[in-house]
Structures are given as structure tokens and as C-alpha cells.
């Protein structure tokens, strides 16, 4: 445990309208312009650095920010600074294979390939969040502390952010060891579960996450929600609708076979999700996965395994399928399935041509034009 102590004073020119002001309110400058403050926080590198997720949490003025910039020095910050002329896979840190560059990417939900390629000002706010949290993973840094984390996006994007940064951080795999959000946004907290939490409000230190805290503090803790949706299946009008709105967030081309069955996920009327299935042509009782695709502020989530996997027995059982299988080069999408027990690895095509040189050259664009991995469903 480490005292932190921040006192503040910055001086106020005395002119009319201060003295007016102060004279009506009874206020006195000198004492305004001072801050003090002495809490304590876990360490990061002493023995007490046995945490992987923190959170110094209070309402806006309460000194979050400063006793932040006080612990953590340069390791505190708001946003990285990137460059206006190259892409976001250009902009993040040299040192990392593509494959470490798009698990960074993809840990925090920013699962939209097409958007890698864009700077970073041409992003959405919250793709830009995404964007410094991935930047941080990569990192080697012992700690990093994030100013006002989600407080630039609506409370749903926040909240599974949140949730997908937390899991991020703990999974072990990425340079940065330990994040320390800090927000005015209580809300986050059940989705983040920080393992120590220090309350601005009161300047009072939590430890660990326990049912203890939950009791004790009510208004912190509103309980997770679990994530339930309901898969639509979509008619032809409904179906280009929904692809519509999702085509831009997919790897691939925008486009979407009109043989194919589609699927959504809607969420407050806008889709979410899409899958869409096809016949397996060469193959009797067999189908396959077409596209995949989920909204960004749904990336990260889980969501495009769980709606796979519905689609995947839904279609198995009410059409006697011998075969539903998928074919991806999404490295996100082939971790998730390889961790699945409900599929199996099939076949590897490695291709010397890129997709980008086949567009240029006017050719057709499928599988075989990349490197991919095929899965199975093995229906329970």
C-alpha cells in the first residue's frame, strides 16, 4: 500500500469581477484555488501488486484525475497521440507480429477489419477508446491509468467496453500487466470488477471484490446483466436491411448471396448480429456459414460465438444436416471456435494471392484467395 498525497494551488489574479463574485458569495479566492488530498492505493510494484484491474472512481471535481497524474506519473493519460496519416495497425507499437496487432484489436472488441485501415481520426468515439486500450495492452508498461474511460461514449458501449477491456487485461497474454480505469461512471463497475476500488467521493479504499463491498456500498453495485437476445429469422426485405447496416463492419466484401438464410440480432429495433447460412454446394444435407458479422459496440462479448452456436443447432436439428461447417480467416472468430468443444478443426487452404491484388485485378474473391481454417459443428 502506497500514500498518495497531492496538494494543489494555483494562484487567482484579483480583478473586478472575481471581488464581485466573491463579495456576493461570501467566497474566498485564495482557499478556492487550492486542492488537497491524501489517500492510499494499492502498489504496482511492491508487494501489493497482486491486481490486475483498478479503479479510482468519483463524481467530476472530486480530484480523481489528480491523485491519478500523482500515483502514476507518465502512466497516466487520457489518449495516445496518433498520427493523422496511418492506419491503426500502422500506429501501434512496432515489435508485434500481425497476429499479436489483431488479438490486441480484437481483445477489446474492435473486431472490424475495414476500420484497421483507417486512421484514427476517421474513427467513432468509441473505436477510438478501443483504439488506446489495444495500443496499451501492447505496451510494456508495469501500469497504466486511463482518464475518464468510457465517459466520451453512451452507457451500454461503456458498460461493454468495460467488460471486454477487464477480461483483456486479465487474460495475461498482452505486454501491460495492470489497468487502472478512471471514470466518474459508478456503472462500470460490475461490468470492470476491479480488484481494488478507491471511491473519490469519500477517498475510502476498497480491496477485492467481495460480497462484503456489495453490501456495504448498495449504490456501487447494480449486478451485471446477463447477455440474453433473441434470433430473428429474417425475410428477403428484412434481410438486406440488416446487411446493410452491418456489411461495412465485415472482413470480407460487401456483399450477401440472395440464396442465402439469414439471422439477426436486434436491440432496440437495430440489428446487432447477422448470420447467414448457405448450401454446401457438392455436398447432400450439408450447410455453411456465409457471413458473420456483429455490431462494434457488441464486439467482444461473446455474442458472434453464441449466435453461431444457435444457428448451428437450430439448423442441424430442424433440417437433419449431416454437415454445418465454417470457413474463416478471422483470427478472433478461429481462437473462439478452436476453444469451442461444440467444433471441430477442419482443413487449412493457404494461398500465395492476397485479396487485395484479386480486387485490384477485377477477379472474383473467395476462400481460396487467402489463407483460412474450416470448423464443424458437432451437434451435442
Known sequence: MIRVNVDLECPIVRDFRVSQIAGMFDLDPDAGSRFCASVAIPDHLGPDSDW?????????????????????????????????????????PAGHTGKTLTRALGAVGFSSPPDWLRPYHALSTGQRMRCDVARALLTDAPVLAFDELGSTVDQPTRQHAATTIAKAVRQDVFPLRRLVAVT?????????????????????????????????????????????????????????????????HHYLDHSLHPASTAYAVYVSRQPTALCATINNMGRARSRRVTRLVVSPDYQGLGLGMRLLDAIADHETHTQDLARFSIRTSHPALIAALHRSPLWSAGSRTYNARHVGIAHREGRDVGSRDRATRGYVYQPR
Open 52 to 92: 490486475h484491474v483498478g479503479a479510482i472512481v468519483g463524481p467530476s471535481g472530486s480530484g480523481k484525475s489528480q491523485v491519478a497524474a500523482k500515483a502514476y506519473g507518465k502512466a497516466f493519460l487520457d489518449r495516445f497521440d496518433w498520427p493523422s496519416d496511418r492506419a491503426i495497425v500502422s500506429a501501434l
Open 184 to 248: 466518474c461512471h459508478y456503472d462500470v463497475l460490475d461490468f470492470l470488477k476491479p480488484c481494488w476500488v478507491l471511491d473519490m467521493a469519500d477517498r475510502t479504499l476498497a480491496r477485492g471484490w467481495v460480497q462484503r463491498e456489495r453490501d456495504r456500498r448498495p449504490g456501487w453495485f447494480a449486478g451485471r446483466p446477463p447477455l440474453r437476445f433473441h434470433v430473428h429469422h429474417v425475410t428477403r426485405h428484412d434481410k438486406r436491411r440488416a446487411w446493410a447496416a452491418l456489411a461495412r
